[in-house]
């Protein structure tokens, strides 16, 4: 394992770029590679300030150029939003012994505690860490809420290789103003291509986040667009979050 460590004043910390076990291994000649990496981040509490060090470990993608089986080096490189910023860099050499291993985590950023990209999505449901609790980490996506004629999206494209059969994974949490029994007056829905996935609506409110998951089998070989898409109607608000998503 490469750790990677610094101390900061800021306990906001990325470990760039992290889809976990993604493309392992390359196919020969496909150029710059993508290896996981275990890292190991701390952040600290400012001298005398009376709080607690607190630690986390996750996983990360680091680069290095190959285009077969071999031993090649990388850099890995970890920095905080603390002003000035506070950033460590490691290199180290990383071993390739298998074939292409393309099926796996294609989801980047799942986690969003990597900025925005490469999410596209609507005003302000990218970058709120008040209001609502993450499933984990300290981002999340948060869509709708305004108790208003609103709609709200959240998008990726990921491409599916062929002979693929992946599942798409995440964790939603629904909280509403709404107190019927009976009609779906806010409401949810994935698509992949414009195909619907999976819909949900105010009457699936429930306290935590519930683990969800949807079939990507049928797109396998494609590029697909993966969008939430979040619809509230003029009375009493919902709110949608989703967190740590990712294929499987």
């Not at 952040?43 to 993608?61: F, I, L, N, Y």
């Not at 860099?89 to 980047?108: A, H, K, Q, R």
């Amino acid at each position: 394992m490469t750790k990677l460590g610094f101390t900061s004043t800021c306990r906001d910390y990325c470990f760039r770029t992290a889809p976990r076990s993604r493309r392992q291994t390359p196919a020969a000649g496909s150029g710059a590679d993508q290896v996981a990496l275990d890292a190991d981040l701390t952040t600290r509490s400012p001298s005398g300030s009376g709080g607690k060090d607190s630690g986390a470990s996750g996983d990360g993608v680091v680069t290095g150029v190959s285009g077969q089986a071999g031993t090649f080096p990388a850099t890995a490189d970890v920095r905080d939003s603390a002003s000035p910023q506070n950033t460590a860099s490691t290199t180290f050499t990383y071993t390739i012994t298998g074939g292409p291993n393309p099926c796996g985590d294609l989801v980047e950023n799942g986690e969003f505690e990597c900025g925005t990209n490469p999410w596209t999505w609507s005003s302000f449901v990218l970058g709120n860490t008040r209001g609502q609790t993450p499933h984990a980490g300290n981002q999340y996506a948060w869509l709708n809420g305004y108790g208003e004629l609103h709609t709200d999206t959240l998008s990726q494209r990921v491409t599916i290789p062929a002979g693929c059969r992946l599942k798409l994974n995440y964790y939603l949490h629904i909280d509403s103003a709404e107190t019927t029994a009976t009609f779906q007056n806010d409401k949810l829905t994935l698509t992949a291509n414009g195909t619907t996935l999976a819909t949900f609506s105010n009457l699936n409110k429930a306290p935590g986040y519930t683990p969800r998951t949807a079939d990507l089998s049928a797109h396998a070989g494609q590029t697909v667009t993966l969008t939430w898409t979040g619809t509230e109607n003029s009375s009493l608000r919902t709110n949608v979050v989703i967190d740590d998503v990712s294929t499987s």
